[in-house]
């Protein structure tokens, strides 16, 4: 089967737009969440890290007539940049297409064979949040409430598959799954691939009866913990087989995704099961199918860094970590989280998006302090940048309802 690169990357977060500022907030590290700027928000802690309000995009409210809510022009705007970055355009519509049988033979890119694959946990709910307090789009419309995936397929002229994933915080690594399985089993040879999540007053209410939300901060391993603190954007990857990269002669490659695994606890409809069982597994699998050693087998081919799932809640920080510790000890993590809050159903594409220019600059960046760490979670968690070992990533999401996926991103082969 085809190796499935990375070839291109777009970013919309609380860093700002655009993922050389993602790239640059990840050095600073120095970030903290703010009051959501709702009126509505009755509950006690309205917190969460918001994409600026400089940075929100300036793309169309509707398509095709349909009003478009948060999530899906975060999406849009993320893949703009991913699309452009890989060195690709929009493709015409089916009437302008040149070549027989509608194949814009001039650009070497069959529509056909290009898929979106797209995650989110809430959607486009603002909207139907707005609808319920009388706070209708201009238009009046009705609008779907995942249509992430059918707005960028529909932008980019994407003619294969276009789906979009809602299995809660693992959606964004399982939509990356998707993706490349289109690519190795020859259905598509370019995904556009990744999650995307804004605010939602629903989904901050109900981790706030939760008791789930920490009163300053996502501190993932940290001590004083108390819960987590949502983030919200979007992370795009092109993914593209590398057949047909070389063939078109892309202009960067990021990395390759190398490795997979899916797990199910099957244990609790909220809480992670408590062994670490399925979640190691998820590793072990998705370490086998890259070919990737662990923590105890480090060097040049080794795993050089993981980004954890951890959300700064106490027992999921806890039994990752004992996992983590296990196998693959002395590793380095670096937490996405502690960044710009838990991204949701977009949690897995930021961390892919991380391992991918981690990869590419050959950089571990520093952790944001959370201050002192939690005894149990046995877990390095560097205060300074380093040059990077090893030639792999491991990335982490779970979720709600025991859903595990863990990927494995590789330096892209010579």
């Known amino acids: 089967m085809d190796d499935v690169l990375v070839t291109g990357l777009g970013a919309l977060s609380p860093l700002g737009a655009g993922t050389g500022a993602f790239w640059r907030g990840m050095h600073k590290a120095d970030t903290a969440p703010t009051r959501v700027p709702d009126p509505l928000a009755h509950m006690d802690r309205p917190l969460m890290y918001l994409v600026p309000e400089a940075d929100l995009p300036d793309g169309p409210e509707e398509q095709d007539g349909l009003p478009l809510g948060r999530g899906s022009r975060f ?16 493709l015409p519509g089916p009437a302008e297409l040149p070549g027989p049988g509608g194949r814009p033979e001039a ?11 797209l995650s989110t946990g809430m959607g486009d709910t603002d909207l139907h949040e707005g609808w319920w307090t009388g706070e209708a789009p201009a238009s009046g419309r009705w609008a779907p409430p995942f249509p992430l995936a059918s707005v960028v397929g529909g932008w980019f002229g994407a003619q294969g598959v276009n789906t979009c994933v809602s299995n809660a915080c693992a959606a964004s690594g399982y939509a990356l799954s998707v993706g490349a399985d289109l690519i190795r089993s020859g259905e598509a040879d370019v995904v556009i691939a990744g999650g995307a999540e804004a605010y939602s007053r629903v989904a901050l209410a109900c981790f706030n009866r939760l008791g789930a939300i920490d009163p300053e901060r996502c501190r993932p391993f940290a001590a004083e913990r108390r819960g987590t603190v949502f983030g919200e954007g979007a992370a795009v990857l092109v993914l593209e087989s590398a057949t047909h990269a070389r063939a078109r ?15 199910c606890d099957a244990y609790h409809a909220t809480a992670p099961e408590p062994s670490g ?5 998820a590793m072990r699998e998705a370490l086998r199918e890259a070919g990737a050693g662990s923590g105890a087998e480090s060097g040049s081919g080794g795993l050089g860094f993981v980004i954890p799932h ?15 510790d296990a196998l693959t000890p002395r590793t380095p993590l670096y937490s996405v989280k502690a960044l710009i809050g838990h991204t949701g159903g977009a ?17 571990l960046p520093p952790n944001v302090p959370v201050g002192e760490q939690d005894p149990e979670c046995a877990v390095q968690l560097p205060s300074g940048s380093a040059p990077m070992t090893g030639a792999y990533g491991l990335v982490n999401a779970y979720a709600f309802g025991g859903n595990n996926i863990s990927l494995v991103f590789g330096e892209a082969a010579a």
């Open 347 to 363: 949690a897995g594409a930021f961390a892919a998006l991380a391992a991918s220019l981690m990869l590419h600059h050959r950089t």
């Open 277 to 281: 069982e399925q979640i190691e597994r």
């Open 249 to 263: 002669g892309a202009r960067t490659v990021y990395g390759r995704l190398a490795g997979a695994g899916w797990s």
């Open 310 to 324: 951890g959300t700064g809640t106490e027992l999921n920080d806890v039994v990752e970590s004992r996992v983590l």
């Open 75 to 90: 999406a849009l705007a993320a893949a703009r940049e991913a699309v452009a970055d890989a060195g690709l355009a929009a």
């Open 107 to 117: 650009k070497g890119l069959d529509p056909r064979r290009v898929a979106v694959a």
